[in-house]
């Protein structure tokens, strides 16, 4: 029994907002980081949208200039801090402990912290948004001097925003370690964890080792800001270019914290649908070892043109291309693990595939992008930002979806309507496309990111991909109905709710019927 319900046995049953106020049950806090999570994608979904209407056309229409780049800056930081990394939250606090034969998280009250502090570092950013002069409006990626000299006073909320967001994930992740590392049911070894849990510590580790240079490169911003520190004011003796270096030593891991938890859901997910035992388990594991000490010697490839000396472009091409090599391995154990497989098409195998096929071609588009003569032309066009929403929304987001299809009738003892998910599905596929592909080829004929406007030869490209971005977004009016339907009632979920993990034995290297919640025998 877990620690609320025996709770709640004793005192009666919690009612209302103090249960959710005050649960130290992994399964509520699972659920409102992933209610939280939604309700930041579609904060950030909107704040696309008015992107996408202002680029519908060129010239300017709807939004001035500088409203226009305080959206880019808030709706980047709401879908990586607000959306993706909330909801992988969610589904560790939802799914590890059941998956590793735990009561709960081994640090219940920190993880209720955790997730409370989060509603207001998200409120302050938003409220920055309506200080005299609007939000930050530096880009997501606040270089300076952007975000020092020539700023307003909306830096000090958003520096705070950021500080509270990273607290919070180093809370989650503390939790997340001791949880694994102490809480495993008698004879679960380590090679016999599931994939999803392998990945969510392998992120956790990730998260301690990058927030607090986030925590650095805010902390010194503030202080170039206000206190007359000269880090990064060449002026003073300081650096711009060092701020990158510190950002991306963050900020490339950080990609990887967004997409490792992802692989986990494909890996759970791709075996039970296939019918099959995950296909390499022992080098699934290394591989997401390898990647994530790989991310951490990968950061200046973003930097190619500032002007680093031949040696350092050359490390840092070739250890990207490097990074492809693990990745390539998990494509090509998900694929043999399907090979030949008994496949049945439900919405998370539909998603799964999705995921590893447009994953895929985000992360051939980043191959593109480590070589660094080529990168001088790609570098800050509309090539990047298809490349990255590729890997973020086809990969992160995707996984994301399937793991909620996947679980959802586990979650609420009810089934979803399956032709609705599958027209979710469909309305996402088609209009992801639509909204992201041609970004590659505006990109490549020299179309900059984060304009407001561009040149006429653009238009009939930038009209087709806020038609896509617009029916992206109303698909996902579509989930949420889906979701919230769900959660509400209707058919109750059967006890094996996907039969495509019937009759699967529990194996070493195989997490495929982990959704049936049941304790492997070894464990009994």
Same mark, same amino acid.
């Given at each position: 029994?877990?620690?609320?319900?025996?709770?709640?046995?004793?005192?009666?049953?919690?009612?209302?907002?103090?249960?959710?106020?005050?649960?130290?049950?992994?399964?509520?806090?699972?659920?409102?980081? #992933? &209610?939280? =999570? +939604?309700? /930041?994608?579609?904060? @950030?979904? $909107?704040?696309?949208?008015?992107?996408? !209407?202002? %680029?519908?056309?060129?010239?300017?229409?709807?939004?001035?200039?500088?409203?226009?780049?305080?959206?880019?800056?808030?709706?980047?930081?709401?879908?990586?801090?607000?959306?993706?990394?909330?909801?992988?939250?969610?589904?560790?606090?939802?799914?590890?402990?059941?998956?590793?034969?735990?009561?709960?998280?081994?640090?219940?009250?920190?993880?209720?912290?955790?997730?409370?502090?989060?509603?207001?570092?998200?409120?302050? #950013? &938003?409220? =920055? +948004?309506? /200080?005299?002069?609007? @939000?930050? $409006?530096?880009?997501?990626?606040?270089? !300076?001097? %952007?975000?020092?000299?020539?700023?307003?006073?909306?830096?000090?909320?958003?520096?705070?925003?950021?500080?509270?967001?990273?607290?919070?994930?180093?809370?989650?992740?503390?939790?997340?370690?001791?949880?694994?590392?102490?809480?495993?049911?008698?004879?679960?070894?380590?090679?016999?964890?599931?994939?999803?849990?392998?990945?969510?510590?392998?992120?956790?580790?990730?998260?301690?080792?990058?927030?607090?240079?986030?925590?650095?490169?805010?902390?010194?911003?503030?202080?170039?800001?206000?206190?007359?520190?000269?880090?990064?004011?060449? !002026?003073?003796?300081?650096?711009?270019?060092?701020?990158?270096?510190?950002?991306?030593?963050?900020?490339?891991?950080?990609?990887?914290?967004?997409?490792?938890?992802?692989?986990?859901?494909?890996?759970?997910?791709?075996?039970?649908?296939?019918?099959?035992?995950?296909?390499?388990?022992?080098?699934?594991?290394?591989?997401?070892?390898?990647?994530?000490?790989?991310?951490?010697?990968?950061?200046?490839?973003?930097?190619?043109?500032?002007?680093?000396?031949?040696?350092?472009?050359?490390?840092?091409?070739?250890?990207?291309?490097?990074?492809?090599?693990?990745?390539?391995?998990?494509?090509?154990?998900?694929?043999?693990?399907?090979?030949?497989?008994?496949?049945?098409?439900?919405?998370?195998?539909?998603?799964?595939?999705?995921?590893?096929?447009?994953?895929?071609?985000?992360?051939?588009?980043?191959?593109?992008?480590?070589?660094?003569?080529?990168?001088?032309?790609?570098?800050?066009?509309?090539?990047?930002?298809?490349?990255?929403?590729?890997?973020?929304?086809?990969?992160?987001?995707?996984?994301?979806?399937?793991?909620?299809?996947?679980?959802?009738?586990?979650?609420?003892?009810?089934?979803?309507?399956?032709?609705?998910?599958?027209?979710?599905?469909?309305?996402?596929?088609?209009?992801?496309?639509?909204?992201?592909?041609?970004?590659?080829?505006?990109?490549?004929?020299?179309?900059?990111?984060?304009?407001?406007?561009?040149?006429?030869?653009?238009?009939?490209?930038?009209?087709?991909?806020?038609?896509?971005?617009?029916?992206?977004?109303?698909?996902?009016?579509?989930?949420?109905?889906?979701?919230?339907?769900?959660?509400?009632?209707?058919?109750?979920?059967?006890?094996?709710?996907?039969?495509?993990?019937?009759?699967?034995?529990?194996?070493?290297?195989?997490?495929?019927?982990?959704?049936?919640?049941?304790?492997?025998?070894?464990?009994?």
């Amino acid at each position: 029994m877990s620690t609320a319900a025996a709770t709640h046995e004793h005192h009666g049953p919690a009612t209302g907002i103090k249960r959710w106020l005050f649960t130290t049950n992994h399964k509520d806090i699972g659920t409102l980081y #992933l &209610l939280f =999570s +939604l309700l /930041m994608f579609l904060t @950030g979904g $909107a704040m696309a949208m008015v992107i996408r !209407a202002e %680029l519908f056309q060129p010239g300017l229409q709807l939004v001035d200039p500088h409203f226009f780049n305080q959206m880019t800056t808030v709706h980047g930081l709401i879908m990586v801090f607000g959306a993706v990394m909330p909801a992988f939250t969610g589904l560790a606090n939802w799914m590890i402990p059941m998956m590793i034969g735990a009561p709960d998280m081994a640090l219940p009250r920190m993880n209720n912290w955790s997730f409370w502090i989060l509603p207001f570092a998200f409120a302050i #950013l &938003l409220a =920055s +948004l309506f /200080m005299e002069g609007g @939000g930050p $409006a530096f880009g997501w990626t606040f270089y !300076a001097p %952007l975000s020092t000299t020539y700023s307003n006073d909306n830096t000090a909320l958003f520096v705070f925003a950021i500080h509270i967001m990273g607290i919070s994930s180093i809370m989650g992740a503390i939790n997340v370690i001791v949880t694994i590392v102490n809480m495993r049911a008698p004879g679960m070894k380590w090679m016999k964890l599931p994939l999803f849990v392998w990945t969510w510590l392998i992120t956790a580790f990730l998260l301690i080792a990058v927030m607090p240079v986030l925590a650095g490169a805010v902390t010194m911003v503030l202080t170039d800001k206000y206190f007359g520190t000269d880090f990064f004011n060449a !002026a003073g003796g300081g650096d711009p270019v060092m701020f990158q270096h510190i950002f991306w030593f963050f900020g490339h891991p950080e990609v990887y914290i967004m997409i490792l938890p992802a692989f986990g859901i494909i890996s759970t997910i791709v075996p039970a649908f296939s019918r099959k035992k995950l296909f390499g388990y022992s080098s699934m594991v290394y591989a997401t070892a390898s990647i994530a000490l790989l991310s951490f010697i990968v950061w200046a490839h973003h930097m190619f043109t500032t002007g680093m000396p031949l040696a350092g472009e050359l490390f840092f091409m070739y250890s990207t291309m490097l990074i492809s090599v693990p990745t390539g391995v998990k494509v090509f154990n998900w694929v043999a693990t399907m090979w030949r497989g008994s496949i049945s098409f439900e919405a998370p195998m539909m998603f799964a595939i999705a995921f590893i096929v447009l994953f895929t071609l985000g992360g051939f588009s980043g191959l593109m992008l480590a070589i660094t003569p080529v990168d001088f032309q790609y570098h800050d066009t509309y090539f990047v930002v298809a490349h990255f929403h590729y890997v973020l929304v086809t990969g992160a987001v995707f996984s994301i979806m399937a793991a909620a299809y996947y679980w959802l009738p586990k979650w609420t003892g009810h089934m979803y309507s399956p032709t609705l998910a599958k027209w979710h599905f469909w309305m996402s596929l088609i209009s992801v496309n639509v909204l992201f592909f041609p970004m590659h080829f505006v990109g490549l004929a020299g179309m900059p990111r984060r304009i407001p406007d561009y040149a006429l030869q653009f238009a009939d490209f930038n009209a087709i991909i806020s038609i896509g971005g617009f029916a992206f977004g109303l698909s996902q009016l579509l989930f949420v109905a889906v979701v919230f339907k769900c959660i509400k009632g209707g058919e109750k979920a059967p006890a094996k709710v996907w039969d495509g993990a019937e009759g699967l034995e529990w194996q070493v290297a195989s997490p495929a019927p982990y959704h049936t919640f049941e304790t492997p025998p070894e464990v009994k």
